[in-house]
């Protein structure tokens, strides 16, 4: 007997961010097929409206701040705050997702408000914001993108009770503390101490670990520490909060004081007392009310997908995972790339296609991966660091400079900067690439295209860089290389 269906697409996407929407576009592209996503918040998702797009909104005037503040001849006199803030209320529409549909609907795909879990195969109940439940049918596959959420689950005392921001909070704040501290040290941290105390905050970062970005190379996070201790950032590294006590814990909403001052008991040193907590220890991957139990998958954790994003351990290959709620690369531009390659699969399936093309395989996952953290200065990388690629068994050779070239001091004055390439000395192919600086990240493309295309440095020689650009670093890499290759 077969169950009620309310209505049936070929495609079906749980979460309406960047990867749903890209796997959705890509599933029905230049065909008959139709496609719906469902979206329990705003279509746009955490990208649009919490994440990427407010903290780049946030960080951006300060950094334009520091360039004028380093060009002879240019008058700076600082941010605006109001002005700051209503530019990223802008970029983030007010909270209202009413372009964001326009495009959905746009795209042939029809954009269905609500909370949906899987009830079994290729189908979808709905809560719709009224109460009312659908049924929804797929005919093809069911595309998973919830993503993540931010985490509070650390054994402190009083952590919770004291109602500490996320970085939902932080990025859309409201008004700035006085006085903030920041439990973390990872990307999210850092840049939130960054725009924090540019716009007027004293902060105090506390690291249980032993360095700021541990996944990237350790002179860049040297790098960054400098940068937030020059900025007034008191940095705490291998301390941990003890305890946590608030007077007059309450939600006022996001961006808002969550109650009187914070007062921090840590393992080490003083107790310290802000107006605002901060907590930036982790994410959560956001599939404890999916109705994943249905399909013998377990509620609460990542899932695990293969290359084409198909997720292990359902037959039937008709349900995918991409973007941060699979865990393999949590970052927006790998979401929207991991969708496009199962948008891809999707298709070829529904078509009776072979799988035999590479843009079915979502291998740049593995070791092509680039991001860029956008404190002061800047750290861009891509690929494997030195001691990953050591772990991997390559024949691992590197090369550093510092990014002094005529288009560096040209760009400001005392442009401070470093440059590191990790090389596979037995094919002569880079392997990773980290930049330090000002505005590196938009250096990083090169290198992304140099290790996924896998060419030889030899060749790298003939790619000349447009003089005078700071890309000129290029240049002085391959030849420290080659000096170092002559002398050994």
Not at 82 to 111: C, K, M, Y
Not at 206 to 226: C, D, K, Y
Request: net charge negative.
């Amino acid at each position: 007997m077969t169950s009620h269906v309310d209505a049936e697409y070929d495609v079906i996407v749980i979460g309406g961010g960047p990867a749903g929407e890209n796997a959705a576009a890509f599933a029905i592209a230049g065909s008959s097929r139709t496609a719906a996503i469902v979206e329990h918040e705003l279509f746009g998702g955490e990208c649009s409206y919490w994440a990427c797009i407010p903290s780049k909104a946030l960080l951006r005037p300060g950094a334009v701040l520091a360039e004028a503040k380093a060009m002879p001849g240019v008058d700076a006199t600082g941010l605006d705050l109001a002005a700051v803030l209503a530019r990223r209320d802008r970029f983030v529409h007010n909270h209202d997702d009413e372009n964001q549909v326009e495009w959905v609907e746009s795209a042939g795909i029809t954009p269905i408000r609500g909370s949906a879990r899987l009830t079994g195969e290729r189908t979808v109940a709905v809560t719709q914001p009224d109460g009312t439940t659908t049924t929804l049918r797929a005919r093809q596959a069911v595309v998973i993108a919830t993503g993540t959420t931010a985490t509070l689950d650390a054994p402190v005392p009083g952590l919770r009770e004291a109602l500490p921001w996320t970085s939902r909070d932080a990025t859309n704040l409201k008004t700035v503390p006085p006085r903030v501290a920041i439990l973390g040290g990872g990307v999210v941290a850092c840049e939130a101490a960054t725009w924090l105390t540019e716009l007027g905050a004293h902060v105090t970062l506390i690291v249980r670990g032993e360095r700021l970005l541990p996944r990237a190379e350790p002179f860049a996070s040297e790098w960054v520490l400098n940068g937030l201790s020059k900025a007034g950032v008191d940095v705490r590294l291998h301390t941990k909060p003890a305890a946590i006590s608030r007077i007059n814990p309450q939600d006022n909403g996001i961006g808002d004081l969550h109650g009187g001052k914070v007062t921090l008991t840590l393992s080490k040193g003083e107790p310290v007392e802000v107006d605002e907590l901060v907590v930036a220890i982790g994410r959560s991957p956001a599939t404890t009310s999916l109705g994943l139990e249905t399909v013998n998958l377990t509620p609460g954790e990542y899932i695990d997908v293969d290359d084409q994003l198909t997720v292990k351990g359902v037959e039937g290959d008709w349900l995918y995972a991409v973007g941060d709620v699979n865990n393999r690369a949590p970052l927006t531009h790998m979401g929207k790339y991991q969708a496009r390659v199962a948008g891809d699969v999707i298709a070829a399936r529904a078509e009776g296609r072979p799988l035999d093309a590479p843009r079915y395989v979502a291998s740049a996952d593995h070791q092509h991966v680039p991001q860029v953290v956008y404190t002061n200065p800047e750290v861009a990388w891509v690929g494997l660091t030195e001691d990953e690629a050591r772990e991997a068994g390559h024949a691992v050779e590197t090369v550093e400079v510092d990014i002094a070239v005529a288009g560096s001091a040209l760009s400001r004055k005392g442009f401070h900067g470093r440059a590191k390439l990790v090389i596979d000395a037995a094919t002569d192919r880079l392997l990773g690439a980290t930049f330090v600086g000002p505005e590196t990240g938009e250096q990083l493309h090169a290198a992304t295209i140099a290790i996924v295309g896998q060419v030889p440095l030899e060749t790298l020689w003939h790619a000349i860089p447009a003089f005078p650009t700071v890309s000129e670093f290029w240049l002085r890499l391959l030849e420290a290389r080659r000096e170092k290759s002559e002398t050994t």
